[in-house]
C-alpha cells in the first residue's frame, strides 16, 4: 500500500489547512487510519487517530478542539486543522496499519509552517 499526503503549506497563526492522504493498493488489512507530526529536534508524536470500522477518533490533548480527522469511502484520510499555533509547525505523516498485526504504512510527509 502507498499513502501520499498533501495539503501542506506556509500560514499565519489562526489558519487553517486541511491535509489529505490518498492511499493505493490494497487496504482490505488495514483498521486504524492516522495522523502524526514530527517537529525540528522531535520525536515523532501521535496526533490523531480514526478506526476503519466505525469512525471513532482519538485526538492528542495539544490539538482537541482544533483538529478533526475524517475520511472517505475512496480511501482517502484528511486533517482538518484550525486555529493553527505556531507550535503545530511540523511534518505531519499519514499512517495506515493494523492493530493486530506488524502491518504499518508511512507516506512520506508534508511540511505544516505556522508563522506568529
Known amino acids: 500500500e502507498q499513502l501520499v499526503e498533501s495539503g501542506g503549506g506556509l500560514v499565519q497563526a489562526g489558519g487553517s489547512l486541511r491535509l489529505s492522504c490518498a492511499a493505493s493498493?490494497?487496504?482490505?488489512?488495514?483498521?486504524?487510519m492516522g495522523w502524526y507530526r514530527q517537529a525540528p529536534g522531535k520525536q515523532r508524536e501521535l496526533v490523531a487517530t480514526?478506526?476503519?470500522?466505525?469512525?471513532?477518533t482519538y485526538y492528542a490533548d495539544s490539538v482537541k478542539g482544533r483538529f478533526t480527522i475524517s475520511r472517505d469511502n475512496a480511501k482517502n484520510t484528511y486533517l482538518q486543522m484550525n486555529s493553527l499555533k505556531p507550535e503545530d509547525t511540523a511534518v505531519y505523516y499519514c499512517?495506515?496499519?493494523?492493530?493486530?498485526?506488524?502491518?504499518?504504512?508511512w507516506g512520506q510527509g508534508t511540511q505544516v509552517t505556522v508563522s506568529s
Open positions: 499512517n495506515a496499519r493494523n492493530v493486530w498485526t506488524t502491518i504499518n504504512y
Open positions: 493498493g490494497s487496504t482490505l488489512s488495514i483498521n486504524l
Open positions: 480514526i478506526l476503519i470500522s466505525g469512525g471513532n
